[in-house]
């Protein structure tokens, strides 16, 4: 097998290693939900549960590939199991919801534009209204390459 091969092989990686001190666990990619660094560790929130490493967010995002996705300072997102995205009132950022998991990730404002340039998501249309006869609303129909229809809300 010539070095090239071989080089070719680990970067198209399907399943990171992640290490939890004294032992390391073996996690496939599109199990990954988010990783949030909290203080000192940092999370990966998977289909199996939570797993807790000293590993920093970047040396993790080197090994994740292109379905994952920088959403903040102190997360990164699989882009392939996003739900929803609802902006907090008042607020900078944005909640992200995933599908089959009850946990939610942060998502800066400033980087939403990216996020929809970055998924091949187009904006495809929308309705204006308002909710409850009170709130006004903007929801959004985005179409994607990847995924099937998706909706979000802006207040």
């Not at 666990?25 to 990966?44: A, M, Q, S, W």
Request: hydrophobic residues 35%; glycine residues 4%.
């Amino acid at each position: 097998m010539s070095a090239k091969s071989n080089t070719a092989s680990y970067s198209q990686t399907s399943r990171i290693s992640i290490n939890m001190g004294n032992e390391r666990v073996f996690v496939n990619l599109d199990e990954i939900f988010y990783i949030e660094k909290t203080g000192r560790y940092t999370l990966i929130c998977c289909v199996n549960g939570k797993f807790e490493s000293r590993q920093t967010l970047k040396e993790l995002e080197q090994h994740l590939g292109t379905k994952f996705f920088r959403s903040h300072k102190s997360f990164i997102i699989n882009t392939d199991r996003i739900e929803r995205i609802v902006p907090f009132p008042n607020s900078s950022y944005y909640e992200v919801k995933f599908n089959n998991c009850k946990d939610k990730a942060l998502l800066s404002r400033d980087r939403m534009h990216e996020l929809m340039k970055y998924s091949n998501y187009n904006f495809w249309g929308g309705i204006k209204g308002t909710w409850n006869n009170h709130v006004p609303i903007n929801v959004y129909f985005l179409s994607s390459f990847k995924q099937s229809w998706q909706m979000f809300l802006l207040l």
